[in-house]
């Protein structure tokens, strides 16, 4: 059965500071995707990013980073200088290659400080 | 610009009623979904629709009813079966597994 994890539940960070999300998954699949979202406070979810399982390189773009280890079952997410409107709720979600459902995880609320 | 749209945004319902929720999108999309979000529970898959006239159950189907007679359209109909719908329901099409879901910003729906 497929299950995504997300330990943290909020965080608070001082603006300018990195901040690192975790995410880990569990699947039988050998194709899979995994995802990134954000939720601000209006409520609709905005696409941050997708990788699937056979593509292990790292991404950076802009203030924004990923890290996929498959030796691990980890996807997390690095948000580096941190700032106000990072402030949000952020998921982890994991896909089987028919894309029938996606699988959340419960989500880590972001705050940032000014 | 292409999107999802929700309506309404905010919905009010007297215990007893059924309820339906509308989404419209006009990306083309043929994958249609229903999510529900509760607090501290992440989403949960309601129904999806994969092509017009056809639809499956997702992990919390009971309660609930949809239709697919158009591309563009994917209501959510939460009837009086569903004994807690106080929740924010999500909608969301995918064009393929490359671009993940796009999301309709929800409709959130209060039991009084």
């Known amino acids: 059965a497929q299950k995504v994890t997300q330990a943290q539940t909020e965080i608070s960070v001082v603006e300018k500071e990195d901040v690192t999300l975790d995410c880990v998954y569990e699947?039988?699949?050998?194709?899979?995707?995994l995802f990134w979202y954000k939720q601000p406070p209006s409520g609709e979810l905005v696409f941050l990013i997708r990788?699937?399982?056979?593509?292990?390189q790292n991404e950076i773009s802009g203030r924004y980073s990923w890290n996929f280890q498959k030796s691990t079952s980890s996807f997390n997410f690095t948000i580096t200088a941190s700032q106000v409107v990072d402030s949000a709720v952020y998921f982890c979600?994991?896909?089987?290659?028919?894309?029938?459902?996606?699988?959340f995880g419960t989500g880590t609320s972001l705050t940032v400080i000014p | 610009d292409g999107g999802i749209t929700q309506s309404p945004k905010y919905l009010f319902r007297k215990e007893g009623q059924n309820v339906t929720l509308s989404c419209e999108q006009n990306?083309?999309?043929?994958?249609m979904y229903w999510y529900r979000q509760d607090p501290g529970q992440g989403l949960r898959l309601i129904y999806y629709?994969?092509?017009?006239?056809?639809?499956q159950k997702g992990d919390i189907a009971e309660g609930y009813s949809v239709s697919r007679e158009k591309k563009e359209s994917f209501p959510l109909t939460v009837t009086s079966a569903q004994k807690n719908p106080t929740a924010f329901y999500l909608c969301?099409?995918?064009?393929?597994?490359?671009?993940?879901?796009?999301f309709g910003s929800g409709t959130r729906l209060t039991v009084v």
């Open positions: 979600a994991l896909s089987e290659r028919t894309g029938n459902q996606f699988y």
């Open positions: 699947t039988r699949d050998t194709t899979y995707y």
């Open positions: 990788r699937n399982s056979f593509d292990e």
């Open positions: 990306l083309n999309h043929d994958a």
């Open positions: 629709s994969q092509i017009v006239n056809d639809f």
């Open positions: 969301a099409s995918l064009r393929g597994l490359n671009y993940g879901y796009t």
